[in-house]
């Protein structure tokens, strides 16, 4: 059969992807053959133990195998130290085919200590050999794999089960009854060799060798059961895990005594009691059956990890409420069917998936651990729970409230494993970058930087405003050692000079040579003095509006020195009026002295032309930093600017970027009422504006109604981008595709993680989108895993198709799909 | 001031020749080139310094903001082949902390994929 067909087969009853059909069903295989030849045995195991031992010796194969169990799990840890997980699967094989062909072979003898040695052998098959399947299936597939390959795999299992009760139940009748045990063999030593297949795939997969192999298992460290032990001890993950899979086990106990005691009571004689058990066993495999192929993975899918893990419990809760009130035959059926049958398929399969954010050395050791010795450990817990029950004649509906009891327990440390689970995906998802605009603030002092650039530059054009920049720098105590050398050097040396000869003894230098003696401070106060004294006021005033009215070229330099002397100027003084013309000036350099003195003067009358500034590049940053600094008593000013379309673009997309920075509520607010727009121009510089406010200020609140709204628009703009490029008959947009995610559709996606982030939390959020964006498979998975437990379920719905790893097709027909329902507006 | 660039390595390499400063700025900016690149998808980036002679406080802008725009959409934007004496001044003015400058573009272009 061709991969295509196979794949076109699956498809129709599983959540298939192409690549994915022969490792399914080899996995699948591979289950089917561990569980077939076990309920071959099954049977026979009890049936031997009962005719020779008989029922009230049954206690001894439960505590030989719980006692047991701790040496089979420190000898099996052991050996996944020294060997390759290929060679210990293939030799658990080797060794239970051997063993059960010798069983084979001296079960005539009828020894009397043969049930009880084959009753602990069969539990040991079962356990390691579920045991290493499981391990194997976490290996291959990451969650989003295993979310939707689990239910047809875990499928394979149950159907062993029913095709090898039913071998065991019709060859039992017939002259074949003696050959049971040799088809079982047979049936193991076929599982051999689908396990090596499976290995064959891998390594063609990921070009693993066998030596590769073993060595990652060699590299962890040496195992037993201590090691497997304290993985479990030191995880609070695991040890909530450890403790809900304790309860369940207890509760099962309870459950499984009280079904057998209404059995037991109703029951008319043996046969009837054996027909009804067959018919109840073979119905339980088969409602397993059918809800692990047909409901388990979308189940999971539509209720995530958290409702998952709350089913059986709550479905156990209710039926034991009511077998507390009424213990009929009709609850005990629908309690056990409920137990065993979700136990089989649904729950197994919810509680393998919990292990996959685990790392694989800690997830082999506490799997090693939960499942091979505290499953029988508590089975122990919970046969001296029901002695203690049984002894003190406990009635039958308080044992019903006692189990009740432990499933509230029970229901609680899910509600537990289900928060760590989040908290363990999120711990797999590193965060690639963070805002490059809240790093450049933490670690860079701007204006100090942009001041000694602007000395620097100024000592060629004109000394005058080289003296008022070193006077910023004294006034603001940054006229460091370092920066005294820097600028003391003529701009013509300081071009061609090396650094060497910079740290010479006898430079030359541009500092005026001051009195030592005379503190900064005094320098300040005698400036600030002059500034303000009353003949310098009208000295000045004649000055500039001679060079005001001058309109040569080289009156440049000279408007310069005014624009920035003015900003070492009181607020109060008359020459500030002057600057509002400057601020208009047809030099870009005028206007950026106008600009930078009109943040440090803060009047009110500067802010329109600043805002003015914002529209040309070259005065822009300078614009924007001098109306960050007026802060939130400008934001309604700036929020009338945002949201006048006859505004210049740039200048409304810039004015975006200052509200950004201001960053208070009200800021947000002016932002985030903008998104409502329906024409999109500026979109993403609002957005991004948003987007540094919450990375800033998390304090500050979004309303959710308009962020919803903006997403779903986002996401209905990339339904569209990807439904146009799939239709599209041009070549050119396939091959885009092909390459990767089409430009719009890029924007459009960060546009909508950076709105996400807005509403939910910020950190997981970027997570998500950098490792989806950026990352691996495996992290893609990780990312949309997270989403899908962090998200509401109507918004995961209609983003989950845009991220997921699926093909263009698929994805389409999931965009067209939602399209015909999708919310207007 | 003159801007080319060249790809390199997956990296596109802006060599600058002149002085990055406001008078020197006619149609197009340093910045906006920048941001040309990354709305190609461009996500590295490096600026070739051997022929710079100076910068001004709007050149210093225009590099932060080239910065924070490659960085903020996971790309990376670095400098290589500055000049001793302008390297001190970004020292001094502390910009090394924030750039990533490099003495030959070799070097440069490898830390791309180093990290």
Known sequence: ?825 | MIISAREKNDVIIFDIEGEIRRSETTNISLHQLVKDQLDDGTRHLLLNFQKVEFIDSFGVGEILASYISTHNLGGKLKIAKMSKKLYLVFQVTMLTKVLDIFDDEETALKSFFKD
């Not at chain 1, 009397?112 to 050999?129: E, K």
């Not at chain 1, 060799?193 to 499976?198: E, G, K, L, P, R």
């Not at chain 1, 541009?510 to 005698?526: A, G, N, R």
């Not at chain 1, 990339?718 to 995610?741: A, F, R, V």
Request: hydrophobic share 45%.
């Open chain 1, 1 to 825: 059969m061709t991969k295509n067909r196979l794949y076109r087969i699956l498809s129709r009853i599983v959540d298939i992807k192409p690549g994915e059909e022969l490792i399914s069903i080899s996995l699948f295989s591979y289950f089917f053959l561990i569980t077939t030849p076990f309920y071959i045995i099954k049977p026979l195991r009890i049936a031997s133990f009962l005719d020779k031992l008989g029922a009230n010796q049954l206690y001894l194969p439960y505590l030989l195998t719980a006692a047991l169990m701790g040496f089979v799990v420190a000898f099996h840890s052991k050996l996944q130290v020294k060997i390759s997980k290929h060679l210990l699967i293939i030799s658990s094989l080797t060794f239970f085919t051997l063993t059960c062909f010798l069983f084979w072979l001296i079960f005539p003898y009828n020894w009397s200590w043969l049930p009880l040695a084959f009753w602990i052998w069969a539990n040991i098959l079962i356990i390691v050999l579920i045991t290493q399947f499981w391990i194997l299936l976490n290996e291959i597939f990451n969650p989003r794999e295993a979310k939707r390959l689990i239910g047809f795999l875990g499928s394979g299992g149950i159907l062993g089960g029913i095709v090898g009760a039913e071998v065991a139940g019709l060859l039992a009748k017939t002259k074949l009854s003696g050959y049971l045990l040799l088809f079982a063999s047979g049936l193991l030593i076929a599982c051999a060799f689908v396990v090596n297949y499976i290995f064959i795939l891998e390594r063609k997969k990921h070009s693993v060798t066998d030596e590769k192999d073993k060595g990652r298992w060699q590299e962890l460290p040496k195992g037993g059961f201590k090691v497997c032990f304290d993985v479990v001890r030191k995880s609070n993950y695991l040890r909530l895990k450890a403790g809900a899979v304790s309860i369940m086990v207890i509760v099962s106990l309870l459950i499984d005594w009280q079904f057998n005691k209404v059995i037991e009571e109703k029951a008319v004689s043996q046969n009837s009691m054996t027909s009804f058990f067959g018919h109840f066993f073979a119905g339980m495999l088969f409602f397993s059956f059918f809800l692990q192929l047909f409901l388990t993975s979308s189940l999971i899918k539509r209720l995530g990890i958290r409702l998952s893990l709350m089913l059986l419990p709550l479905v156990l809760l209710l039926f034991s409420l009511g077998f507390a009130v009424s213990a009929n035959i009709f609850l005990a059926v629908l309690i056990k069917g409920s137990d065993k049958g979700l136990s089989y398929s649904f729950n197994q399969s919810v509680h393998k998936l919990l292990y996959i954010p685990v790392s694989p050395e800690i997830k082999h050791k506490a799997e090693t651990f939960i499942d091979m010795f505290l499953y029988r450990f508590a089975k122990g817990i919970g046969a001296v729970i029901l002695f203690l029950f049984i002894s003190i004649h406990l009635k039958f509906q308080y044992v019903s409230l006692a189990a009740v009891g432990f499933i509230l327990a029970w229901i609680f440390l899910n509600q537990k494993i289900s928060d760590e689970y989040v908290s363990t995906v999120k711990q797999k998802l590193k965060r690639k970058w963070g805002r490059a605009d809240r790093m450049v603030a933490e670690k860079l002092d701007v204006d100090y930087t942009k001041l000694v650039f602007d000395t620097l530059e100024s000592k060629n054009r004109s000394s005058v405003l080289y003296a008022m920049h070193l006077f910023d720098l004294i006034k603001q105590d940054k006229l460091t050692p370092e920066v005294k050398k820097i600028i003391s050097y003529k701009s013509d040396e300081m071009r061609i000079s090396s650094l060497g000869t910079l740290f010479e003894e006898n430079e030359t230098t541009l500092i005026p040579k001051t009195d030592d003696y005379l503190s900064e401070e005094v320098l300040k106060k005698e400036i600030k003095e002059i500034l303000s004294l009353d003949v310098y006021q009208e000295v000045m005033s004649n000055h500039v509006e001679k060079v005001l009215r001058d309109k040569n070229r080289e009156a440049e330099t000279a408007k310069m020195e005014v624009a920035k002397a003015i900003g070492l100027m009181d607020s109060t003084s008359p020459l500030v009026q002057k600057l509002d013309e400057l601020l208009h000036d047809e030099s870009p350099e005028v206007r950026r002295y106008a600009v930078e003195s009109a943040a440090k003067l803060k009047k009110r009358e500067h802010v329109r032309a600043l805002i003015q500034n914002l529209s040309n590049p070259l005065t822009r940053d300078d614009a924007r930093a001098a109306l960050e600094k007026y802060g939130q008593e400008i934001v309604g000013t700036l929020g009338d600017y945002l949201k006048n379309p006859k505004m210049d673009i740039g200048l409304r997309k810039a004015v975006a970027s200052v509200l950004a920075r201001i960053g208070t509520q009200e800021a947000a607010d002016s932002l985030t009422h903008r998104l409502s727009e329906k024409r999109g121009d500026m979109d993403t510089e609002l957005i991004d504006a948003l987007d540094r406010i919450r990375s800033e200020k998390p304090d500050v609140q979004f309303p959710e109604k308009i962020v919803m709204t903006k997403i779903a628009r986002e996401i209905k703009k990339c339904y569209q981008i990807l439904i146009e490029t799939h239709d599209s008959k041009l070549k050119s947009k396939k091959d885009e595709m092909s390459k990767g995610l089409p430009k719009n559709l890029k924007v459009s996606l960060m546009n909508i993680f950076k709105l996400l982030g807005l509403i939910y939390p910020y950190e997981d959020i970027m997570k998500a989108y950098q490792n989806a964006e950026t990352g691996t498979k495996d992290s893609l998975a990780y990312a949309v895993e997270l989403l899908d437990n962090t998200l509401k379920k109507n918004m995961k719905n209609i983003i989950l198709p845009i991220i997921e790893d699926l093909s263009l097709e698929e994805r389409v027909k999931r965009c067209k799909r939602i399209l015909k329902t999708f919310p207007e507006g």
